[in-house]
């Protein structure tokens, strides 16, 4: 069993910068693909940003939607994967979510992901 913990969100203004920090319960962290999916109100859970689980760094992937403003990393020996957000928008408000290991299927969908954090709201205001 795989826990995942989010931390990092709040209220900020448009233009602003938050980092998300995600920390997952497991020794075999380096091995996951991990990812950060987001939902606003009324919409559907959709895809942030994903990383691989290569020992140095990872490759990453973004949704265009963040692409050029967010930034994924992971750190294998504090098993914490984080999210860097920039210049935000009021549209990037949300509940931010963890997920790890996408054994089901590709990154980008959330149904993939065996594991996922509790969550963390992020309030962008205008």
């Known amino acids: 069993q795989v826990q995942l913990v989010e931390s990092g969100g709040g209220l900020v203004q448009a233009g602003g910068s938050l980092r998300l920090s995600c920390a997952a319960s497991?020794?075999?962290?380096?091995?996951?693909?991990m990812g950060w999916f987001r939902r606003a109100p009324g919409k559907e859970r959709e895809f942030v940003a994903a990383?691989?689980?290569?020992?140095?760094?990872?490759?990453?992937y973004y949704a265009d939607a963040v692409k050029g403003r967010f930034t994924i990393s992971r750190d294998n020996a504090k098993n914490t994967v984080y999210l860097q957000m920039n210049s935000l928008k009021p549209e990037d408000t949300a509940d931010y979510y963890c997920?790890?290991?996408?054994?089901?299927?590709?990154?980008?969908?959330?149904?993939?992901?065996?594991?996922w954090g509790q969550g963390t709201q992020v309030t962008v205001s205008s």
């Open positions: 997920a790890a290991d996408p054994s089901r299927g590709p990154y980008y969908e959330h149904a993939s992901y065996d594991y």
């Open positions: 497991t020794r075999t962290f380096s091995w996951f693909v």
């Open positions: 990383i691989s689980w290569r020992r140095i760094g990872g490759n990453s």
